[in-house]
């Protein structure tokens, strides 16, 4: 896992071709000081323009 940082759950059980479920190889990479980096995907909404630059306010039905 210190050579490939971004590996997920899955690829560790095919690579060690474990029988193990998700969760308990999760769980055990856990236990051994590891943390998970969810990845996500790039939104294309992130590069359009929004209002000529002004930010949008949402309307709500609650009381302040």
């Given amino acids: 896992m210190d050579e490939s940082p971004d590996i997920t ?3 560790i059980r095919e690579k060690l071709h474990l ?8 769980r055990a990479i856990a236990a051994m ?13 992130r590069d359009r323009v929004r209002c ?13």
């Fill in 9 to 11: 759950i899955e690829e």
């Fill in 19 to 26: 029988s193990a479920s998700y969760s308990t190889v999760e």
């Fill in 33 to 45: 000081g590891y943390t998970l980096k969810k990845k996500s995907l790039y939104a294309s909404e």
């Fill in 52 to 64: 000529a630059g002004k930010s949008q306010r949402m309307e709500g039905n609650h009381k302040t």
